[in-house]
């Protein structure tokens, strides 16, 4: 088995501030996603890495950075917090493959003042 | 591309009884399909998955889920739901892009199991 740590739990931000969200995963996988999640709105793809080295924007990008810096972690950036955003950010990993399953990490939750 | 679509925002339901969600994708290609689980506070968990074979997936828990492509549906059922079933379901389908894996997911259906 493995495990996925999101880093920190609770990220409380200031508006235009930038910010940074870390997750690590020990599973070996080659791929890693990045999922907002907002309420009612099911789960959006921002950045997908699938092998080290690799980086993939999703659907909803904009306003995000993303970085693989190795095998086992990938990191998100919000250049610019907006005022009243509250929002969980998901960590996944998986093996290569459209077939694969995706292992979750419990969230970061964000909130901008 | 790919979307799904989960009908129903808020299931209630009592304990004891039959459990469907309901779940319609579109792809124009061969779809993978997932029913994922989330409880409180926590990330998503697989339920079961689909790719080909015998439309009828066995997951988790009891839980299971239909396949039917001339309807792209891919509806979750439970034949008696209990009180731990409570949480939020989402479908999702799968677009093989090479060797990466995109996942589409729908908006979720809140289950509450009442006593």
């Known amino acids: 088995g493995g495990i996925i740590t999101q880093t920190p739990k609770f990220l409380i931000g200031q508006e235009g501030q930038k910010l940074t969200l870390k997750c690590q995963q020990n599973?070996?996988?080659?791929?890693m996603y990045w999922y907002r999640q907002d309420s009612g709105k099911g789960l959006r793809l921002i950045y997908y890495?699938?092998?080290?080295?690799?980086?993939q924007k999703g659907d909803l990008s904009e306003g995000y950075d993303a970085s693989r810096e190795k095998k086992s972690s990938f990191s998100l950036t919000v250049t610019s917090a907006q005022k009243n955003e509250m929002a969980v950010f998901l960590c996944?990993?998986?093996?290569?493959?459209?077939?694969?399953?995706?292992?979750f990490g419990p969230g970061t939750r964000l909130t901008v003042l | 591309a790919q979307s799904v679509t989960q009908p129903d925002a808020r299931v209630t339901v009592s304990e004891g009884a039959s459990l469907q969600l309901r779940c319609k994708y579109s792809?124009?290609?061969?779809?993978?399909l997932f029913w994922y689980v989330q409880y409180p506070r926590q990330g998503l968990q697989l339920l079961l998955k689909?790719?080909?074979?015998?439309?009828v997936v066995q997951g988790v828990n009891g839980f299971e889920a239909e396949f039917i492509k001339s309807n792209s549906s891919f509806h979750l059922r439970k034949a008696s739901v209990h009180w731990s079933d409570s949480a939020v379901y989402f479908c999702?389908?799968?677009?093989?892009?090479?060797?990466?894996?995109?996942?589409?997911f729908g908006k979720g259906a809140k289950l509450t199991v009442s006593p």
């Open positions: 996944a990993s998986s093996r290569l493959g459209g077939y694969a399953e995706q292992f």
């Open positions: 599973f070996n996988h080659d791929t």
């Open positions: 890495s699938i092998t080290e080295n690799d980086l």
């Open positions: 792809y124009s290609g061969t779809p993978y």
């Open positions: 689909y790719y080909s074979g015998d439309p």
């Open positions: 999702a389908v799968s677009a093989d892009q090479g060797t990466g894996s995109k996942l589409s």
